[in-house]
């Protein structure tokens, strides 16, 4: 009788710990997928996102102006980036699951652009303070930012970096040689590419090459060539001018994302450039 119940007693704590196993794994396996979860939520933040589309109460899908670039940097609760014309900051809070608010008022520089551009830089801002929630592409590179009827309002891709050479730049900004760095309905039409030792591209009218050596940031652009034809279009020539005097005076460069800043011995900007996709 005494074996028998020591055998009872036994197998009642092996089971118990059997038991206790099995709780505790089941409890990791929860704790491990409420982590995906939340790293899910915070899989947003810290990338930088460049819009691709508005989309409007009807269902338009209005792209962003060609030559221009909008993005968003979401982390700590601070909004950063630019809004076509302008730099913006402000910044966000989100909710349960992937309640996300931005909140307003949002700040900015104060650059002058064409009215194009000044327009959509309002309606950005505008969807931003409709903002509700966010959703995730399933493979992390595109965010949709929703209003509170969960419909699409701004769509965003994530943007990679790339490199100074073998891409496309396209001018968003040109030093005017007084100290103000301005953007008007020909800045587009300046371009530049960096491959092999040689920069070139058109300065608005005229195409140009020069020589660069480029390492570690620093830039040195030398040996200036350009065609010689004269544009009747107004600003173009001056355009031009800005930007082949600006490309010679850069010794520095820095790439954000899709940007490119050329810039001067003292750090100041001279042209601002985005990657050309078209």
């Known amino acids: 009788m005494g074996a028998w ?14 038991i206790g196993c099995a709780t505790q794994s089941d409890k990791s396996t929860s704790d491990a997928i409420q982590s995906q979860k939340e790293a899910k ?3 947003m933040q810290d ?16 792209p962003v102006l060609e030559g221009t670039a909008i993005d968003a940097v979401f982390a700590n609760g601070k909004l950063t980036g630019r809004s076509g014309c302008n730099r913006y900051f402000g910044s966000f809070k989100l909710k349960e699951k992937t309640g996300l608010s931005v909140v307003s008022p949002i700040g900015s520089t104060m650059m002058a652009c064409s009215p ?26 595109s965010l949709v930012l929703l209003n509170k009827e969960g419909k699409s309002l701004l769509e965003f891709d994530a943007l990679l970096p790339v490199a100074l050479e073998n891409t496309p730049w396209q001018a968003t900004g ?28 058109k300065s608005g009218c005229n195409r140009f090459s020069a020589v660069y050596t480029a390492e570690s940031g620093n830039l040195s652009i030398t040996a200036v060539k350009s065609t010689r034809m004269a544009c009747a279009e107004e600003g173009v020539m001056a355009l031009e001018a800005n930007y082949l005097k600006a490309l010679i005076q850069a010794v520095q460069y820095e790439i954000n994302g899709d940007q490119l800043r050329l810039l001067d011995k003292d750090g100041s900007l001279l042209i601002s450039f985005i990657r050309q996709t078209q």
């Not at 000044?118 to 309606?123: A, H, I, P, T």
Request: proline share 2%; glycine share 10%.
């Open 5 to 18: 119940i020591l055998k009872q007693l036994m197998f009642f704590v092996i089971f118990q710990l059997l």
């Open 41 to 43: 939520t915070f899989d």
């Open 47 to 62: 990338s930088p996102w460049q819009l691709k589309h508005f989309v409007t109460a009807t269902g338009e899908i209005i």
């Open 116 to 141: 194009a551009i000044n327009e959509q830089e309002r309606r950005y801002f505008d969807f931003l303070a409709k903002v509700d929630a966010y959703q995730l592409g399933e493979n992390g590179h």
């Open 174 to 201: 040109v030093n005017n040689g007084k100290g103000a760095v301005v953007t008007d309905k020909n800045t587009p039409l300046a371009v530049a590419t960096f491959a092999g030792g040689i920069v070139q591209g």
